[in-house]
Every structure is written in C-alpha cells, then in structure tokens.
C-alpha cells in the first residue's frame, strides 16, 4: 500500500464488535507440538491459523517466508491483511509497531503486565493495533476464528494476558504443555524454526537452554493462567492430542464453542492436511500438505542420563504440569 493512502487504515477503536473476531491463543514452549495443534484447528471451516503472529513485524522487516515459501509482503493472503492495517515499505512504522508490541509483551515488561503497571496510553495503542490487525486477519480469510500460536517465547511472554486484558477481543487461551525430555530431546537434535539461528552446537549445551527456556516459559504461562479466569484458558498436554487426538480436540471444542467433528474425522481417517499462511512455527509449515504423525522419538533414544536431569533440574514444575510419575 502507498504511503500516502492512510485514510485506508482504520482509527483506533473503530473496529466494530461484529468484526472482532475470537482469538485462539496457544501458549506455551516452543517444540510442544503448537505448529501441529495450530494446523489441526485450522481444518475447521470457520478457522484460520496464521502460526506465530507476533513475528508479523520483524519477519516484515527481515523478508522472512510465510507457510507459503512466498515472502510474507509478496503473499496474497499477508499482501491482503498488511493493506488493511500498515505501510509495509515504511520500514520506520514497522520497526515502531514493532517496538510498541515489545514494550508490552516481553519478559521484560511481563511484571509490570502481570501486576497492573503497564502505561494506559501505551496499552491502548496496542490494543487498537491488535483489534485492527486480528479483524484484518479475520476479514481476508471469511473466518469467525483465528488461531495465534505466539506461545510465550521471551519476545512475546506477556501477548496472550495483554490480549486478554488490553483488547476487546474474544481470548481463548489454550496452554500446550509437553513433558520437557520430549522437548529438551528435540533441541538437542536442532529441529525446529529455520529462521532461528542456533546458538549452540553441543548437545549439552542445547540441553541446558531448553530445561531453562522449558521451566520459564511454562511458569509465566502457569502465572498467566492464575490471573485470568478459568473460562478463559485451557490445558492441554501433547502426549494426550497423541494417544487420544479425537478426545483431545473435542475438548478443546467445547473450550472455544466448535464442533470439531470433521477435523476428528480427518485424523481418523488419516486424510492429508491442509497447512496455511503461518508465520513461524516448525518446517512442517511449508509442507501444504501433511499427515499427523506424533513425535515421541526421545522415549527411545533420548539418553537416560539426560531425562534424568531433566526431571531433577525441574521437578516442582513438572510435576505441577502432570508429569510428575
């Protein structure tokens, strides 16, 4: 979009409630199997999964693909949504909204969120940039729900309690949690985002980042859970949506108020599925179509010297989140 067209952007609060959509917020660590939940509901008709939305700015600014393999500018579907919202050859706007989104989600600020803090003129620019940015989201793609599945990276700890809390937006927060051996195996082999650099090489070294970006991150999620209400948020366990997919995503049906009888029909049936727009997320996102196929490799060749340091090293957490036997 020109630069010089901005009366094409809405003002802040003129999003009307029949355009908000319902937000369905996945929370958590990374490698807990949110990419797969997010392709999952993204089978229902009145579903869009758009992965981790909270990198819209940055991979902006980086040129960064979508689940498409286009550059996210050039996609047809973010073409759409950024026509709406934003200048995505104003750098300067992006690196502000950008900013703007830190200074509200990050660990940073997550105490000052958590305990009521935040700057009101600063929350509720937020608030108007996000209502746009989800009902533009929602109005290219003709659905009543849009998955985000930001999980609670350091960069966005605080996304779903300011979402919840800041926006007028329905919030559905679902917490995904994966027993953290099958995640610290999964660093460990170096699988995951192509567009986060690793840091480290070494096994241990990776193992070591992921008992600490595990305990982290699942405890500001238990955190954020505490402060909301109980309507509001969700737990799911990976290794359930595994053994028990169908149960699991009937579950999670009643949660958000759809009926997930075909997306159950489809897992039971073993048909293809359909990926989208997403943004983020594990590789499997650019396979347009993929099969669910749970992993649960490190039962077998994770070794137990590493699962047994895994649960010394996090056992209060561990077992708070049910994985305590």
């Known amino acids: 979009m020109n630069s010089t067209q901005p009366a094409r952007r809405p003002t802040a609060g003129s999003v009307d409630k029949q355009d908000r959509p319902t937000v369905i917020y996945i929370m958590g660590y990374g490698r807990s ?11 229902h008709d009145d579903v869009i999964s758009v992965g981790a939305l909270a990198n819209i700015y940055e991979w902006l600014l980086r ?19 950024c026509e ?15 900013d703007l ?14 305990l009521g803090w935040s700057s009101k003129r600063r929350t509720a620019d937020y608030a108007a940039e996000m209502e746009r940015l989800f009902a533009a ?10 998955v985000d599945s930001s999980k609670s990276a350091h960069d966005c700890t605080g996304r779903p309690l300011a979402l919840f809390r800041h926006t007028r937006l329905d919030v559905k927060i679902i917490h995904l949690v994966r027993d953290g051996r099958g995640v610290a195996w999964s660093v460990m082999k170096g699988a995951g985002s192509q567009e986060r650099k690793r840091r480290f090489t070494r096994p241990s070294l990776n193992f070591l980042r992921a008992v600490a970006g595990w305990t982290l991150a699942n405890f500001c999620a238990l955190v954020t859970t505490r402060l909301l209400p ?10 359930d949506l595994c053994d028990a997919p169908q149960q699991t995503m009937d579950r999670i049906g009643d949660f958000i108020g759809l009926d997930m009888t075909r997306v159950c029909e489809a897992i039971e049936q073993g048909r293809e599925l359909q990926t989208s ?10 396979t347009r179509r993929l099969k669910f196929r749970p992993d649960q490799e ?17 056992w209060p957490l561990t077992r708070m989140l049910g994985y305590g036997r």
Request: hydrophobic residues 40%; aromatic residues 8%.
């Open 137 to 146: 989201i929602a109005e290219t793609s003709e659905s009543r729900f849009v």
């Open 230 to 239: 109980r309507r509001a948020v969700l737990r799911v366990r990976y290794e």
């Open 84 to 98: 709406r919202t934003l200048d995505v050859a104003d750098e300067a706007e992006l690196s502000e909204r950008r």
């Open 298 to 314: 490190w039962r077998t060749k994770m070794p137990l010297s590493y699962r047994t340091a895994f649960r010394l090293a996090s």
């Open 101 to 114: 989104q830190s200074a509200v989600e990050s660990i940073r600020r997550y105490p000052a969120l958590a």
């Open 33 to 43: 199997g949110s990419t797969i939940l997010d392709i999952l509901l993204n089978q």
């Open 277 to 286: 727009h997403n943004l983020g997320g594990n590789r499997v996102r650019f």
């Open 63 to 81: 040129k960064e693909a979508c689940g498409c393999a286009e550059k996210v500018e050039a996609c047809s579907f973010w073409a759409n949504v």
